[in-house]
């Protein structure tokens, strides 16, 4: 792994303005950050595209880009698969956004979720609401020359929540390169799931990688590297023996460093950096 594929993302940050963020980053010397879209920093239905276009210009006078847009869809009521007709418009133009936010900022990415269906619906009409939607995504973000990429979450409701349903899923989209598979190393340990799963079902076609500590159970991820019990080394050298080249982005986001974010991402940055010396 290369330092220029490390982003670090503002996840940590929700109780710190994103000129907090950004002051910190550079001080950091971080180059490069995923930017979760979500208050207080960018929620979308709070900035024009002109307010957009200043913050970029704000991110680039730090020397920083942006790797992706990560809006936040898990804990807003964003679902492509929901049998709600408004609902679902709703949730794809809101990914829409998404795309035209990339690339105003010029991230080559966009990050978005599969959608999940209830206990009393059909999941295959779910699934098949979830496809239809994806298609009509990648079809814009191709326009707009953003890739997407699509991550699933382990839990029973999502619309699919493990490596073969997305595999399946990307093959019934069937969006070429502009629709990839995210591994969530946090998220995909909780059902059981490895980089020689992913690797295996995508080889070095993974759009990007979700990097956390955790310990495998709902609620208790997410961690700076260290703090949990995964096997993160071991993920970082499935990547680097399959020639994956992309984006690493780390997704600190427990509620345990929203006081002190600062001192949680100068403890990854030196796991990273310690981690790249040795190999």
């Not at 180059?31 to 276009?53: K, N, S």
């Not at 990560?70 to 956004?97: G, L």
């Not at 992913?198 to 590297?225: C, M, Q, T």
């Not at 680097?240 to 992309?246: E, I, L, P, R």
Request: aromatic letters at 10%; a negative charge; proline letters at 4%.
């Amino acid at each position: 792994m290369k330092e220029s594929q490390l982003s670090i993302g503002n996840y940590a940050y929700p109780l710190h303005s994103f000129d907090y963020f950004l002051n910190s980053m550079e001080e950091m010397g971080v180059r490069q950050i995923e930017l979760w879209a979500a208050e207080p920093h960018l929620y979308f239905g709070d900035f024009t595209l002109t307010q957009v276009e200043a913050l970029g210009i704000k991110i680039a006078s730090h020397g920083i880009s942006v790797s992706c847009i990560t809006p936040e869809q898990c804990e807003y009521p964003i679902n492509i698969c929901a049998s709600n007709v408004n609902e679902r418009r709703r949730s794809v133009d809101y990914f829409k956004r998404a795309v035209e936010v990339a690339e105003i900022l010029g991230a080559p990415k966009a990050f978005l979720t599969a959608g999940r269906h209830v206990h009393d619906e059909n999941r295959e009409e779910a699934y098949l609401r979830g496809v239809d939607s994806l298609k009509e995504l990648v079809n814009y973000a191709r326009y707009k020359g953003i890739g997407l990429v699509i991550e699933v979450n382990p839990f029973e409701l999502e619309v699919p929540n493990n490596v073969a349903g997305l595999r399946q899923l990307l093959a019934d989209v069937d969006g070429g390169d502009w629709l990839l598979p995210v591994w969530d190393i946090d998220c995909a340990a909780r059902s059981g799931e490895w980089g020689t799963d992913y690797i295996s079902a995508f080889g070095n076609r993974i759009g990007n990688v979700h990097f956390s500590d955790g310990v495998g159970e709902h609620y208790k991820g997410h961690l700076v590297p260290g703090d949990g019990t995964l096997p993160l080394t071991r993920c970082l050298e499935e990547l680097d023996a399959a020639g994956y080249t992309g984006t690493v982005a780390v997704e600190v986001m427990n509620s345990r460093y929203d006081a002190d974010p600062d001192t949680a991402m100068r403890r990854t940055l030196k796991w990273f950096r310690d981690y790249m010396a040795e190999h």
